[in-house]
């Protein structure tokens, strides 16, 4: 197993086919998707079809993937993913961070220990200079997350969403961090 990011309690590494039984339980679970989907489940063919492809992706200006599965340092068990992606495959200038914990890793640092380990290796590593991540501007849980990770609000925002999900009529929030803003804080 390659191994791209150890933090005192996790492991990330790059995502896998193999992951698709773990990823389809995440997916599955309502209250994991409550603010992405309104709960509803995902298909198996959608995971294969669309899902994966990308969860699975290499991008060129870091040479590896986006998107990290995480595991329990102690357990190996899977805890879910994080995303640490750019948004143009050919700069590492601008990534966007995410995360999706299942519920039992919820409530115990694993999700801001992770973003805050791979901002630490985005602006010591791999050139980024802003990292930049959103949510529902009612999801109070990944907006803390956000914050103890570094990054700062930024905006809110108005998302065009197929399908309106409960909360979302209050908009989309877009939180930051800056390399220059990093910088200052260590």
């Known amino acids: 197993m390659h191994v791209f990011l150890e933090t005192e309690r996790l492991v990330l590494r790059p995502l896998t086919e193999a ?12 209250d994991v998707m409550r603010f992405l989907t309104g709960g509803k489940p995902t298909s198996r063919e959608t995971l294969h079809a669309r899902i994966l492809p990308r969860l699975l992706h ?22 879910g993913w994080f ?5 143009d495959d050919h700069s590492p200038a601008v990534v966007e961070l995410g995360y999706r914990l299942n519920k039992a890793a919820w409530g115990k640092g694993y999700a801001s220990e992770g973003a805050r380990a791979l901002i630490d290796k985005g602006f010591t590593d791999l050139g980024v200079e802003r990292v930049t991540a959103d ?26 969403w197929p399908d309106a999900i409960e909360g979302s009529e209050h908009g989309e929030v877009e ?10 804080r260590r």
Do not use: I
């Open 175 to 184: 939180y930051e961090l800056t390399r220059a803003a990093w910088e200052q």
């Open 58 to 79: 290499d991008h060129p200006c870091f040479g590896t993937r986006g998107y990290w599965a995480a595991e329990e340092k102690a357990t190996g068990t899977f805890l």
């Open 19 to 30: 992951d698709a039984y773990h990823l389809f339980a995440l997916d599955n679970d309502p």
């Open 83 to 87: 995303e640490f992606r750019p948004l």
């Open 135 to 160: 949510t529902m501007a009612v999801n109070t849980r990944s907006r803390r997350v956000m914050e103890k990770a570094g990054l700062s609000f930024l905006r809110n925002f108005t998302g065009d």
